[in-house]
């Protein structure tokens, strides 16, 4: 099987009318989307999304960021894709963790901030950084008959 990654365009890029860009940037890496959905995220699953950041302290910023209660309650499009070094990809193509330090045409670097009342890193987009856990987290996000191969 192909390597696949799991994508999720954050609730600060919907309020922000950024999906459509973020999906065009992503076509450029000539991978096969399977599955996609617009999804209201629950406390829940934001939690067990992130559950490596547990007691960090920005986790319950994270929490409350990936819900959308910081961005006017929006929601979160999730997408699968899958090719050859696909994870690699999709992480070189969003840029560093902290939008300050990307390089600029990242998508990233052109769309993300650091919100300066809460220090938030309002990132846009997530992307899997290993093969395991893409696995782990298209497993958490869909289910198999939303794969679409
Ligand atoms: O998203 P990425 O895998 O690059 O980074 P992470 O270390 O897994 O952190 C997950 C998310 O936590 C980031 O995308 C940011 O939204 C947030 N974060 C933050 O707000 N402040 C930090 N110092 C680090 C991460
Ligand atoms: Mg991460």
Redesign the pocket.
């Known amino acids: 099987m192909a390597e696949r990654t799991l994508v999720l365009i954050k609730p600060d890029a919907m309020v922000k009318h950024l999906a459509g860009n973020i999906i065009t940037d992503l076509y450029t890496l000539n991978l096969k989307m399977i599955a996609l959905k617009l999804s209201k995220v629950s406390r829940e699953l934001a939690e067990m999304h992130?559950s490596?950041?547990k007691g960090k302290p920005?986790f319950e910023?994270?929490i409350k960021?990936l819900t959308g209660e910081l961005h006017n309650n929006e929601k979160v499009i999730a997408i699968v894709y899958e090719g050859e070094n696909a994870v690699q990809k999709v992480r070189d193509a969003i840029g560093?963790?902290n939008p300050d330090e990307c390089i600029p045409w990242t998508i990233r670097g052109k769309y993300g901030k650091i919100n300066t009342k809460t220090?938030?890193?309002?990132?846009v987009i997530?992307a899997s950084?290993s093969p395991e856990n893409a696995k782990r987290e298209i497993d958490l996000w869909f289910d198999k008959d939303e794969i679409v191969e």
């Open positions: 992130y490596e950041h920005f910023d994270l960021h560093k963790t220090n938030c890193h309002e990132t997530h950084d």
